[in-house]
């Protein structure tokens, strides 16, 4: 599964992968982001928008995304582009406030349950990755009982893109963690006939590997 988190100027454009693991738990495989003016646009003001589309059309090269979503800003036409890649699996959804707050929610239960696994690949001289130190600076607002607000702190240099595209990507696999598939076939192809055991009808016969060593898997079938 994967969330995304867009942005073309200012904040941080990120993605999200992860999928459900055998003992129910979330299991984060890549965390990932990109801006102007940092490398690989470091002499970008702008992120071109259809070098975002190309970003994310790299990932599904690399893992089997079943499923993606964004919110509606710049909505339509971003999927318009990944369609034309075709990746018809990753679509923008409208996040009203309530949603926003299920989805922050749903990432405190499966914390609170220890049901989310993390991976922690720092810089040199930091004790966490980059977007767990986010996740550490997050503030919530309560706007009533039952709808909260998480944010970076209103302050310069603080994001919460990253959590966004995590909140995503485990609000999307939560959603599915009752749902399994075996997918097997070309790089993003699906099979043509569909298992009784599949929900969607697809096989994979080997994994992507991540892009650092310390989360490439074994070669061996995963379920999604």
């Known amino acids: 599964f994967m969330g995304i988190d867009i942005a073309l100027v200012g904040d941080w454009c990120a993605v999200a992968i992860g999928h459900n693991d055998e003992n129910g738990k979330v ?4 965390m990932a982001r990109i801006k102007a003016g ?24 690399k893992f089997y995304v079943v ?20 990746l018809s699996q990753l679509s923008s959804k ?38 767990i130190l986010e996740m550490l600076e997050l503030q919530a607002n309560y706007v009533s009982k039952y709808i909260i607000e998480v944010s970076a702190p209103n302050s310069e240099g603080k994001h919460d893109d990253y959590t966004d595209a995590l909140a995503r990507m485990c609000w999307l ?17 699906f099979s043509s ?20 060593e310390s989360r490439q898997p074994i070669k061996t079938k995963r379920r999604f």
């Open 67 to 86: 499923e993606g979503v964004f919110d509606q800003w710049i909505g339509i036409p971003m999927e318009q582009s990944l369609r034309k890649r075709g």
């Open 173 to 189: 696999a939560s959603q599915n963690s009752n749902k399994k598939a075996i997918v097997k076939g070309s790089r993003r192809g």
């Open 94 to 131: 409208h996040h009203t406030r309530q949603f926003s707050s299920q989805m922050f929610q749903n990432v405190k239960n499966l914390m609170f349950d220890s049901k989310l696994r993390l991976y922690n690949d720092p810089d040199p001289g930091e004790e966490y990755s980059d977007y």
């Open 193 to 212: 006939q569909p298992s009784a055991t599949s929900r969607f009808g697809r096989s994979i016969t080997k994994t992507r590997k991540g892009s650092h």
């Open 27 to 30: 299991v984060v495989d890549l």
């Open 38 to 61: 940092h490398p690989p646009f470091e002499q970008e003001e702008r992120l071109d928008f259809d070098a975002v589309a190309d970003w994310i059309y790299n990932f599904t090269e």
